[in-house]
């Protein structure tokens, strides 16, 4: 009959999920690494007071806004004398400052990266601008910062 009730349909309708882009690939460089997931500071040409590196796709790369790693030099000397200067002795400790520092250098980096390739795209001035050789100086005193700024902020929150 004309008059039935139309029944609703039984197919479901995918549900249509966010896709957010992959985050770089976070990778730890040391003086001399102990196995084959560090980094040598060779490959950079790195010292200890170098403490980052954002790698991109490069010229090549469809998308200028893709950062695919950003490297970490956890044998800096600002983490190894941050460490040393706050006698900080204690395994559990160790692990948590370079852990925090690797994590705030990370972080920090991606976040300045976005901000100044919006920065280069929008300003003229800055088109001549290597992001991240810029990005690589710009955290060399900031490093410094982010450890004092992490460690005092747990210390006076999980501490009694």
Do not use: C
Not at 53 to 81: C, H, P, Q, W
Not at 114 to 119: C, D, E, G, R, V
Not at 123 to 131: C, G, K, N, R
Request: no cysteine.
């Amino acid at each position: 009959k004309v008059d039935e009730k139309i029944k609703p349909s039984t197919k479901k309708e995918p549900k249509q999920t966010e896709s957010f882009p992959s985050l770089p690939t976070p990778q730890k460089a040391f003086e001399k690494p102990e196995d084959s997931k560090g980094i040598a500071w060779s490959k950079f040409g790195w010292t200890g007071h170098d403490i980052v590196r954002v790698i991109t796709g490069g010229e090549e790369s469809s998308n200028e806004f893709l950062v695919e790693g950003i490297v970490i030099n956890m044998d800096a000397f600002v983490l190894k004398n941050f460490i040393s200067k706050n006698r900080i002795n204690s395994e559990k400790n160790i692990k948590l400052i370079t852990d925090n520092y690797f994590v705030s250098i990370y972080l920090h980096s991606l976040f300045l990266f976005s901000i100044l390739q919006k920065m280069r795209k929008d300003e003229e001035s800055l088109s001549e601008v290597d992001i991240e050789d810029f990005i690589s100086k710009m955290i060399k005193p900031y490093a410094n910062f982010l450890l004092y700024e992490n460690y005092h902020i747990n210390k006076m929150m999980f501490d009694e």
